[in-house]
């Protein structure tokens, strides 16, 4: 199986998108907007910013395993 380990993280308050190296034993719970400044958060349900934001979900995720 392969793991992602990037993932294009998308600002949904300005649409602003970054490639972003993701961890492979870790959440990542907060990330700044580049564009906006806005820091984001999982949404309800989500594990991480990748999993909500991203286009690909976390490296945990994509093993079954939730990380949060």
Not at 23 to 40: D, H
Request: aromatic share 8%; glycine share 10%; charged share 5%.
């Amino acid at each position: 199986m392969n793991i992602e380990l990037q993932s294009t993280l998308t600002c949904p308050l300005c649409g602003f998108a970054a490639a972003e190296a993701m961890p492979t034993e870790a959440c990542v719970f907060f990330y700044t907007c580049q564009g906006c400044g806005e820091t984001l958060q999982p949404l309800p349900g989500d594990c991480c910013v990748f999993c909500s934001y991203g286009t690909a979900v976390c490296p945990p995720m994509q093993q079954g395993q939730c990380c949060g």
